[in-house]
């Protein structure tokens, strides 16, 4: 038997959950907890510019990017993760689990599928569970939106297709109203266990290892978990870059039925010029005061002025919070960020954003003399 053979195959978890729910909080929680493991994660980002790498703090773990379209949806998109998949597995020095991060607005369900429809991918991985993170604070308007009256409603999806739950930020929400949103998800799925967590801080044993798939487990699930992805084929072979090794990946089928709000979408700006820290919190609530019910998340990696370190943005509706990092060391500083939200105004935004730049010829301070300041 050779080494191929004897490796056993490599569990995967599906990390899923709503617009601002917590998962690069989870990421980084266990891509920095001490647990001995060899972790890949592979990152779906639903729009241009990728943000979510550079929210995940740095560690030994590799973090691959399959970005420009929606995972569950987008067959080409589909296609990259098992193209990276196929990279990760022809490697000598294996991971011991590999973390698919799904977007926002991303359907479980196919990217579980993945995972049982290329026969070279699947006899080398297992796939060990679907963990949805919920937004204790957010999620009851989004079960209820009357915008998706037409359209698949992932906030509820991804409910019905978890293996574990996660409810997130239950620290700001009254005990009678958790006990409410409880009731909603047991509705929505009746068996997975439903763990209360603050700022994503959960025992690692409790979401990996769950083998979720293993056996039959899988028939005790939904018995038409695969069925929303039997339908017609795809008639565009995606060819493998120089570097794969391989033919054309054989093409993952879409999934008949299955569309998002047309009005949701995401717009992404870059910036070389630093921010004014003040006045772009002030001009962001303001917007977000106004049309919070539409914009379910701001993200970004910002320059600020006047300081030598990343400034992390995150937003979720009313709620916004910009906070430092770790320094640009070498990189050299820019702003990239990310709206996802109904009907943004592309112009708009940008040119609320411009007026909040700094004058790029005000120094900067190192990190070090502002706290001493």
């Not at 550079?54 to 098992?82: P, T």
């Not at 490697?91 to 429809?117: C, K, N, Y």
């Not at 109203?177 to 763990?195: H, T």
Request: charged share 25%.
């Amino acid at each position: 038997m050779n080494d191929n053979e004897a490796r056993r195959p490599v569990p995967v978890t599906i990390l899923t959950g709503f617009l601002g729910a917590g998962k690069t909080t989870l990421l980084n929680h266990i891509l920095t907890e001490r647990h001995g493991h060899r972790i890949a994660v592979i990152e779906n980002e639903f729009g241009e510019v990728d943000v979510d790498s550079d929210l995940v703090l740095a560690s030994e773990e590799e973090i691959f990017q399959v970005a420009n379209g929606c995972i569950c949806c987008v067959v080409d998109v589909r296609n990259d993760l098992v193209k990276i998949l196929q990279k990760l597995l022809e490697r000598q020095d294996q991971f011991d689990h590999i973390l698919v991060e799904t977007s926002g607005l991303a359907d479980p369900s196919p990217v579980a599928a993945t995972f049982f429809m290329d026969n070279e991918v699947a006899k080398k991985v297992v796939l060990d569970g679907v963990v949805t993170l919920v937004d204790a604070l957010h999620v009851q308007p989004h079960l209820d939106d009357p915008a998706l009256a037409e359209y698949d409603n992932q906030a509820v999806t991804q409910i019905v297709v978890a293996d574990r739950i996660l409810l997130n930020k239950s620290d700001l929400v009254a005990p009678a109203q958790l006990q409410e949103i409880e009731r909603r998800i047991r509705s929505l799925n009746q068996s997975a266990p439903i763990l209360r967590t603050v700022q994503a801080q959960v025992d690692l044993s409790l979401i990996l290892g769950l083998q979720s798939f293993e056996s039959d487990a899988l028939s005790m699930t939904d018995p038409h978990f695969l069925e929303d992805v039997q339908g017609r084929g795809h008639d565009h072979d995606h060819v493998c870059d120089a570097h794969c090794g391989h033919g054309a990946v054989p093409p993952l089928v879409a999934a008949p039925g299955h569309t998002h709000d047309p009005s949701v979408a995401s717009v992404s700006f870059t910036f070389d010029r630093p921010f004014d820290a003040q006045r772009l919190q002030r001009s962001l609530g303001e917007l977000l005061s106004i049309r919070g019910d539409d914009i379910f998340r701001v993200k970004g990696i910002l320059h600020v002025q006047g300081d030598d370190r990343r400034h992390v943005l995150q937003g979720v509706h009313r709620i916004l919070e910009l906070k430092p990092s770790m320094p640009w060391w070498d990189e050299t500083p820019a702003s990239k960020l990310v709206f996802i939200g109904r009907h943004l105004q592309d112009q708009k935004l940008r040119a609320r954003l411009e007026a909040c730049l700094a004058d790029p010829r005000t120094p900067t301070a190192s990190h070090e003399a502002l706290e001493a300041a």
